[in-house]
């Protein structure tokens, strides 16, 4: 089957730096992805991780270790506007066709002043 | 310049009905999907269709069915609504090939029956 984890709720303070991780067992890997999703809105895609290592885009980063199973997403500089939910998506090949986007239950942040 | 559109944004519906929700994009993408949101959040994949044609079919019940005119609508019809058919409904699209393959939502369709 396919599987994967991340805490549901986390809190963390304006300024303050916060991971959220995610780990997963799925029949296949396909590239790692983060979205975020502000309440009542669509998500929006954060970043990419296919190989292992470090990807850095402005304030948010994430890691990836595909022998571990596991992602992290790294927030610096919190801000209010980063109070959303951080869904973690494992790419998987579906069928001979095409592949399909697996998604984590979610981490609900919330960021206080 | 909306990249992926949904319409209705919301639908309030008697238990029993039909529905359909529509889904376009602008973005060139040949690949479209719809997925389910259930009231804790759980994102979940229902269909895919690459160039008109379905390529993914979950276990999703036969009340469901998508159909894609061409590369850019993918539109939901949903028969003999039930109470546990309310949830968020998302369109989504992609471009086949592309380095990421990166999936862009639309804004999603509240759906609840009652």
């Known amino acids: 089957g396919q599987n994967i984890d991340q805490p549901t709720e986390m809190t963390a303070t304006e300024g303050a730096i916060v991971q959220i991780n995610c780990t997963y067992q799925t029949s296949g890997f396909n590239g790692l992805f983060w979205y975020q999703q502000h309440a009542g809105e669509a998500p929006t895609f954060l970043s990419y991780n296919v190989l292992d290592g470090l990807e850095e885009k402005g304030r948010f980063s994430s890691f990836l270790s595909r022998s571990k199973g596991y992602s992290y997403l790294l927030l610096k500089e919190l801000q209010m506007k980063d109070s959303a939910s951080y869904l973690c998506?494992?790419?998987?090949?579906?069928?001979?066709?095409?592949?399909?986007?697996?998604f984590g239950k979610g981490t609900t942040l919330s960021v206080s002043s | 310049d909306t990249a992926v559109s949904q319409t209705p944004k919301y639908l309030v519906t008697q238990m029993g009905n039909d529905k359909s929700i529509k889904c376009e994009q602008n973005?060139?993408?040949?690949?479209m999907y719809w997925y389910k949101q259930d009231s804790k959040k759980f994102l979940k994949i229902m269909f895919s269709y690459n160039n008109k044609e379905l390529i993914i079919n979950e276990t999703v019940p036969n009340r469901f069915s998508p159909k894609s005119p061409d590369k850019a609508h993918l539109n939901l019809h949903i028969n003999s609504l039930e109470l546990g058919d309310s949830a968020v409904y998302f369109c989504?699209?992609?471009?086949?090939?592309?380095?990421?393959?990166?999936?862009?939502f639309g804004a999603g369709t509240r759906l609840s029956v009652l």
């Open positions: 989504a699209s992609s471009r086949t090939g592309a380095a990421k393959n990166i999936q862009y």
């Open positions: 998506a494992v790419r998987v090949k579906a069928n001979q066709a095409g592949t399909a986007l697996i």
């Open positions: 973005l060139g993408h040949d690949t």
